[in-house]
């Protein structure tokens, strides 16, 4: 039997209308998306209060259909070569230290859009060196040569999320998505380059079971993963398939103590925490951590 009986920490604090303006401001300014808005992310007020917001590369409309993802399906405009530099701007402008890129999936591109992503990294990098840049990415086919652009603009941190468990990963992801193809991307960037700081979330309570997250922690680990984060699936519209489950308190702190027994060091596990969501906060624990 689930418990679809909705929680306390599902009510979220309103977004400061000021700090609200002064963003959408910028991004207007510079005509830029960011997954905050295009995912209904529920972690938006907190991140935008701190001036902090996950940049959408490519456009808002995606070539792929996951179940769970509330971003905008269909065929995608052309790509914005302006972007890349506008993001860069748009990050010095509202004075950031941390900065996530991630993407819709496009599938129409011939290299998926990893050169995109390359520009985007150098173009930040350039502005301000000390930015810390993380990249949350589609696995690009496991294509090396696509996958090597992303690394040869030498990004801090690079995410991609496996979702959930295998049993459900056919059902709630796009049939493109993989589950094994997901793991065998993050082997593949620490194969790539050792020293690069990899990253993979998951959502709960789409029916996975104990054992099914334990599997999976196992094969994240295998995968040499440095940072796992794991939080509650929420419907974010109606189109969007419904939550089997609201997992208690406690069932995340027995997720965050079953990895740490496995070896994975640096783990967020709470119903709100997102893949972006303290990034920051993760990234600098776990590198004082690796520099030890």
């Given at each position: 039997?689930y418990?679809?009986?909705k929680?306390?920490?599902l009510?979220?604090?309103a977004?400061d209308e000021g700090?609200?303006?002064?963003?959408?401001?910028?991004?207007?300014k510079?005509?830029?998306?960011?997954v905050c808005?295009s995912?209904?992310?529920p972690?938006?007020?907190k991140?935008?209060?701190e001036k902090s917001a996950?940049?959408?590369?490519?456009?808002?409309?995606?070539t792929?259909n996951c179940?769970?993802?509330?971003?905008k399906?269909g065929?995608p405009n052309?790509l914005n070569?302006?972007?890349?530099?506008?993001?860069?701007?748009?990050?010095?402008?509202l004075?950031?230290?941390?900065?996530?890129?991630?993407?819709?999936d496009?599938d129409?591109?011939?290299?998926?859009?990893a050169?995109?992503?390359?520009?985007?990294?150098?173009?930040?990098?350039n502005?301000?060196n000390?930015?810390i840049?993380?990249?949350?990415v589609?696995?690009?086919?496991l294509?090396e040569?696509?996958?090597?652009i992303l690394?040869?603009a030498?990004?801090d941190?690079v995410?991609?999320?496996?979702?959930?468990?295998?049993?459900?990963?056919?059902?709630?992801?796009?049939k493109r998505?993989?589950y094994?193809?997901?793991?065998e991307?993050?082997?593949?960037?620490?194969k790539?380059d050792?020293k690069?700081?990899?990253k993979?979330?998951?959502?709960?309570?789409?029916?996975?079971s104990?054992?099914?997250?334990?599997?999976?922690?196992?094969?994240?680990k295998k995968?040499?993963?440095?940072i796992?984060v794991?939080g509650?699936?929420?419907?974010?519209?109606?189109?969007?398939i419904?939550?089997?489950e609201f997992?208690d308190i406690?069932k995340?702190e027995?997720?965050?103590?079953l990895a740490?027994?496995?070896?994975i060091?640096?783990?967020?596990?709470?119903?709100?925490?997102?893949?972006?969501?303290n990034?920051k906060?993760l990234?600098?624990n776990?590198s004082l951590?690796?520099?030890?």
């Amino acid at each position: 039997m689930y418990n679809i009986k909705k929680p306390n920490w599902l009510k979220v604090s309103a977004l400061d209308e000021g700090v609200y303006l002064n963003i959408k401001e910028v991004l207007d300014k510079y005509n830029l998306k960011t997954v905050c808005q295009s995912a209904l992310c529920p972690n938006i007020n907190k991140c935008w209060q701190e001036k902090s917001a996950t940049f959408l590369l490519m456009g808002d409309t995606c070539t792929r259909n996951c179940r769970f993802c509330a971003v905008k399906k269909g065929k995608p405009n052309k790509l914005n070569n302006d972007e890349p530099f506008n993001i860069a701007l748009a990050a010095k402008e509202l004075g950031l230290e941390y900065v996530v890129l991630t993407c819709v999936d496009r599938d129409d591109l011939s290299d998926f859009g990893a050169r995109h992503f390359y520009r985007a990294v150098k173009e930040i990098k350039n502005i301000n060196n000390n930015i810390i840049v993380e990249i949350l990415v589609p696995d690009f086919s496991l294509n090396e040569e696509y996958i090597n652009i992303l690394l040869n603009a030498k990004p801090d941190v690079v995410a991609h999320n496996l979702e959930t468990v295998r049993k459900l990963s056919p059902y709630i992801r796009d049939k493109r998505a993989n589950y094994d193809k997901s793991q065998e991307f993050l082997k593949l960037i620490k194969k790539l380059d050792s020293k690069i700081k990899t990253k993979t979330s998951l959502l709960v309570g789409l029916g996975e079971s104990e054992n099914e997250m334990l599997k999976t922690l196992e094969d994240i680990k295998k995968s040499n993963v440095d940072i796992v984060v794991i939080g509650q699936y929420l419907q974010p519209s109606s189109k969007q398939i419904k939550v089997k489950e609201f997992i208690d308190i406690q069932k995340f702190e027995q997720y965050k103590g079953l990895a740490k027994e496995l070896g994975i060091k640096h783990i967020a596990s709470s119903p709100l925490a997102r893949s972006s969501y303290n990034a920051k906060a993760l990234y600098a624990n776990q590198s004082l951590n690796l520099n030890h």
